[in-house]
């Protein structure tokens, strides 16, 4: 089993930032990728980004590229995710997942 617990949202207001966090613990493994994931109200659940478990390399779709940076405190076995610019459009619930065990998500609402 793999805990994962999310923290950080909050209502930001556009062209702001926030940062998540991901704190993994229980049977964490380095064959895991940790990834975000979110879903906004009325859509289906997107993929955001990813790292693997020793930080080495990342990954982002297009639409948060350049905006968000996902970064992980091997110490701490936490994941973040930096997150600027903030548009209407990234309003969402905010899911960590690792293997197949997910977060109870973090809501992300960004103002006008």
């Known amino acids: 089993q793999v805990q994962l617990v999310e923290s950080g949202g909050g209502v930001v207001q556009a062209g702001g930032s926030l940062r998540l966090s991901c704190a993994a613990s229980?049977?964490?493994?380095?064959?895991?990728?940790v990834q975000w994931f979110r879903q906004a109200p009325g859509k289906e659940r997107e993929f955001v980004a990813r790292?693997?478990?020793?930080?080495?390399?990342?990954y982002y779709a297009a639409s948060v590229k350049g905006r968000f940076t996902i970064s992980k405190d091997n110490a701490k076995n936490t994941v973040y995710l930096q997150m600027n610019s903030l548009t209407l459009q990234d309003t969402a619930v905010y899911y960590c997942?690792?293997?197949?065990?997910w977060g109870q998500g973090t809501q992300v609402t960004v103002s006008s």
């Open positions: 229980g049977r964490t493994s380095s064959d895991y990728y």
């Open positions: 790292i693997t478990w020793n930080g080495a390399a990342t």
């Open positions: 997942k690792m293997g197949v065990f």
